[in-house]
């Protein structure tokens, strides 16, 4: 039942009504429809308790395995929050938890979930990455500090300014008006500009793509692999670490790749049927 297409459908309709509820509630002088909206709400926290109750009851004899998923996780906390003591009204923490039910249809979503996880997969990668750019900004900006400080202070009068300047440089929609100010005190300045540009617009920004479209190769990997039971790393947990199973996955693209050239060389014309 909880793998069903019906059920996942029941759900996702179900968190988009209490999203539209959520959204109504932003509107002043609700009257009677407040006291409605509020009963409505009820109605979402039994559905949701409900469900929760199904799956991890789909489990058996054991339930535990529910929280072995981190999206099972997050559904859980989500809708058990609505209940602590402490949390009832209009409070702001009750409303950023019911405003958090609306995020459950990433579970719902192969493409979005993909996503999710390859941004969070990226977060080592980011690091790094937000690691560099922060000392390419700090020498810039100290650069920028001795050669427009005393020209423009409003831009670069101080370390900050000229880090905000650069930071804000980043979208390229002041650069033609920095070019400008840069001619007017010298001719060279427009190395500084341009080596900044080339540095940070392009280079760095591509090392961002970069990571983010590896984290979102390996994330795609790990939801092709997700149902491997089988233990391929040798610690009898009978689960397949992250590394092995995108290994695996990348080991049966080769062998599809390695197919389609076999049949390209032989020429073989597969039919309908395969």
Do not use: C
């Not at 000392?135 to 100290?142: A, D, F, I, N, Q």
């Not at 050239?261 to 597969?270: C, F, P, S, V, Y």
């Amino acid at each position: 039942m909880t793998k069903s297409r019906a059920f996942e459908v029941a759900i996702v309709l179900l968190i988009g009504a209490n999203a539209l509820v959520l959204a109504v509630e932003t509107y002043p002088h609700l009257g009677a429809i407040g006291t409605l909206l509020d009963e409505l709400e009820w109605v979402f926290r039994v559905a949701f308790v409900t469900e929760i109750a199904i799956r991890i009851l789909a489990h058996g004899r054991r339930p535990q395995d529910f929280f072995k998923q981190g999206w099972n996780v997050f559904d859980f906390v989500v809708i058990a929050a609505a209940f602590v003591p402490g949390l009832h009204g209009d409070s702001a923490a009750l409303r950023v938890i019911r405003i958090a039910r609306v995020v459950r249809l990433v579970r719902f979503s192969p493409g979005l979930r993909t996503i999710v996880t390859a941004l969070l997969r990226s977060l080592p990668g980011v690091g790094g990455f937000l690691a560099l750019a922060l000392v390419t900004l700090y020498v810039y900006g100290m650069a920028g500090w001795l050669i427009f400080g005393e020209t423009y202070p409003q831009e670069y009068g101080t370390i900050g300014r000229a880090v905000l300047t650069l930071f804000v440089l980043l979208s390229l929609e002041t650069l033609p008006e920095l070019i400008q100010q840069g001619m007017e005190l010298s001719p060279w300045t427009l190395v500084y500009y341009m080596s900044y540009v080339l540095l940070t617009a392009n280079l760095l920004m591509n090392i961002l793509i970069a990571v983010i479209v590896n984290s979102m190769e390996e994330a795609r990997r790990l939801e092709m692999t997700d149902g491997l039971s089988p233990d391929y790393d040798g610690d009898g947990d009978g689960v397949p670490d992250e590394i092995d199973r995108i290994a695996i996955s990348q080991r049966l693209d080769d062998l599809r790749t390695l197919l389609q050239e076999l049949e390209r060389d032989l020429r073989i014309d597969r039919g309908p049927g395969g």
